[in-house]
């Protein structure tokens, strides 16, 4: 059984992995004594269009037979001009 030496450059690891820790919560630190940021979300423009449709999809205006007819009439239309 052979036994290697360790070699002095090996045991300088451990003090260079606590000073990145270190280093990291200094970071944690000075960014939580920062203003508290919010994320913010918007909605795209194309969202924005749809949305009406979905919320008439939502109150049940396109279970009206009415409305379903006439929605088929457009697509098929739509789908005859291409």
């Known amino acids: 059984m052979n036994i290697n030496k360790i ?3 090996n045991i300088s690891i451990y003090s260079k992995d606590v000073d990145v820790k270190k280093k990291s919560d200094d970071a944690i630190i000075k960014k939580s004594d920062n203003k508290m940021q919010t994320d913010t979300l918007q909605l795209s423009e194309e969202m924005l269009k ?3 449709i979905l919320e ?3 109150s049940g205006y396109y ?7 006439e929605v088929a009439k457009r697509i098929n239309f739509d789908l005859n001009q291409e």
Not at 63 to 69: A, G, L, T
């Open 50 to 52: 749809l949305k009406p």
């Open 7 to 9: 070699a002095a450059s």
């Open 56 to 58: 008439r999809i939502q």
């Open 63 to 69: 279970s009206d037979e009415k409305i379903v007819n």
